[in-house]
Every structure is written in structure tokens, then in C-alpha cells.
């Protein structure tokens, strides 16, 4: 089946540290990927639309200068969580669809990265 | 406003018993409505897809409706065990293409 992967699991860090989150789709290529974040016993928030080749479009409320998307292939997203303070601090997870942002299939996800800002 | 419901209370059960749980969603009309399993420190792993023209769904212990009259959708797992225990969300398509948007999850422990 389809499989993402997605690198660091964890990461701890000073505060003012930038931190890259990357995503990749091993089995199938991914013109669009989910970013989403996850707060402590709260449901998945999507955060943007990564696709491949163009800039990425962010919901209402997400700072594009603080979560910078790049996805400059058809198997890696990156996100990159700029000048992280303590409230930035969460379980940040992708996900990707087989076919591309119109097929309709379901999302597979990655296994998530917990960012803890110090 | 939108939202989309789950029992945040979480479901306790015996083990052999079905397990149901809800979503109601109000001000959305996806075209389809997934479901889905997370367990701690993990990303979410898809089980089910319903379709807005489809009633009910299955796949091995798992059935799935979709009643797009009352705005909600039923996920039962049949014969439970204890490897069940988790955390259960939906969501719906919301948007273009495979936006989704989900609810807040109910978890599930399922007892010896």
C-alpha cells in the first residue's frame, strides 16, 4: 500500500531555532500534500496544501512566513516551522493522496513529528 | 457555522461486543466521508471511505453508513478486541479535490 514518511519523529529544540520537517511519499508520486498540526487531544487541523512545482496555499490563521512549504518534487514535501517559540510546540503530521489533489482517494499519513520548543 | 461532531467521551466496551461510533456533521454536503484510526504518537490510518450516493459500507469487522439526510455517519466494528483501542476519527471532503476536514476523534477501549 501507499506509505509516507515523514523525518525527524521528535525534535527538541531552543526557542528562535528554525526546524525542517520533511515528508515523502515512498511508493507513489504525491502532486499534493496535507500539512496539519495536532494539539493534545484535539483533532488534526490542516495547516496548507503543498503542491508540487507552485506555492503552497494556507489556511486562515497560518502564518505562510512562519510555516514555509516547499514541494519540489513529486515525492518530497518540506515544512519549515521559522524562528520557533514555545507555542509552536505541537504534533505536526502530512499526509498525501494517490492521484493527486482531484482523485478523491484517501490520505495517507505520515507518522507525525512532536516539536518541542524550549 | 460548520462542524462535525464525535463523542469526545471516550467508549468503553467488553471485548466480542460491537462498537458504534457517531459522527454528526451540520452546513457541510461532502460527496464522501472517511474514517479513520489513530493511536498515540502516530499519524492517522485510513479504514473506510463512504461515498455520499452509498448507504453502508463494510470491510472485514467494519461497517460504515452514511445517512446524508440526518447529517451523520455510523462506524461499527463487530466482534471487538482489545487491539481496537484507539482513537477513531472522521472526516469529510470539504473543498476542492482531497481537502479534509475532521472531527475532534472518540476514543475507544475495548476490555478483556
Known amino acids: 500500500g501507499a506509505v509516507v514518511s515523514q523525518h525527524p519523529s521528535r525534535v527538541i529544540c531552543k526557542s528562535g531555532t528554525s526546524v525542517k520537517i520533511e515528508c515523502r511519499s515512498l511508493?507513489?508520486?504525491?502532486?499534493?500534500m496535507f500539512w496539519y498540526r495536532q494539539f493534545p487531544k484535539q483533532s488534526l487541523m490542516l495547516m496548507a496544501t503543498?503542491?508540487?512545482?507552485?506555492?503552497?496555499?494556507?489556511e486562515q490563521g497560518v502564518e505562510k512566513d512562519k510555516f514555509l512549504i516547499n514541494h519540489a518534487s513529486l515525492t518530497l514535501s518540506t515544512l519549515t516551522v521559522t524562528s520557533a517559540h514555545p507555542e509552536d510546540s505541537s504534533f505536526y503530521i502530512c499526509?498525501?493522496?494517490?492521484?493527486?489533489?482531484?482523485?478523491?482517494?484517501?490520505?495517507?499519513f505520515g507518522d507525525g513529528t512532536r516539536l518541542s520548543i524550549l | 457555522s460548520q462542524k462535525i461532531e464525535q463523542n469526545s467521551e471516550a467508549l468503553n466496551i467488553q471485548e466480542g461486543k460491537t462498537a458504534t461510533l457517531t459522527c454528526n456533521y451540520t452546513?457541510?454536503?461532502?460527496?464522501?466521508l472517511q474514517w479513520y484510526r489513530q493511536d498515540p504518537g502516530r499519524g492517522p490510518v485510513f479504514l473506510l471511505l463512504?461515498?455520499?450516493?452509498?448507504k453502508e459500507k463494510r470491510k472485514e469487522r467494519l461497517k460504515v453508513t452514511f445517512d446524508t439526510t440526518l447529517k451523520q455517519s455510523l462506524f461499527h466494528i463487530t466482534a471487538s478486541q482489545p487491539a481496537d483501542s484507539a482513537t477513531y476519527l472522521c472526516?469529510?471532503?470539504?473543498?476542492?479535490?482531497?481537502?479534509?476536514?475532521f472531527g475532534g476523534g472518540t476514543r475507544l477501549m475495548v476490555k478483556p
Open positions: 499526509s498525501a493522496a494517490e492521484g493527486g489533489q482531484y482523485s478523491n482517494q484517501p490520505q495517507h
Open positions: 511508493d507513489f508520486q504525491a502532486t499534493t
Open positions: 503543498s503542491n508540487e512545482g507552485s506555492k503552497a496555499t494556507y
Open positions: 452546513n457541510y454536503s461532502p460527496a464522501y
Open positions: 463512504i461515498r455520499e450516493n452509498e
Open positions: 472526516a469529510l471532503s470539504a473543498g476542492a479535490g482531497n481537502m479534509l476536514t
